[in-house]
């Protein structure tokens, strides 16, 4: 679970996510780029997208959430002047 967001909309990011699988549990690492920041206190949620080949995966995730274990900043934007940025997004082919 996150206490506060070190990042903003146009970094590159590592959301490590536990997954339960069974019995067992793993760390999952997702990286990719802040699309958007919403909301407010502890319903803040953010948005991820990463691309796999042609396919873009996006995934949404609330900052209380208990399966988030830590977020890295691996890439940060120099300078970016919109709070989303839906036109990163790729269209349907």
Same mark, same amino acid.
């Given at each position: 679970m996150l206490s506060a967001i070190n990042f903003k909309p146009?970094? $590159?990011?590592?959301?490590?996510? &536990?997954? @339960?699988?069974?019995? !067992? %549990? &793993?760390? @999952?690492?997702? &990286?990719g780029i802040v699309l958007g920041i919403k909301g407010r206190g502890e319903n803040r949620m953010f948005t991820v997208q990463k691309m796999v080949g042609d396919i873009s995966v996006e995934r949404i995730w609330a900052i209380s959430s208990p399966q988030i274990e830590k977020v890295e900043v691996a890439e940060a934007r120099k300078? %970016? $002047? &919109?709070? !989303?940025l839906n036109h990163l997004k790729v269209a349907k082919k």
């Open positions: 146009g970094d $590159t990011i590592k959301v490590h996510q &536990r997954i @339960q699988e069974g019995e !067992k %549990t &793993r760390i @999952q690492i997702f &990286r300078k %970016t $002047t &919109r709070a !989303k």
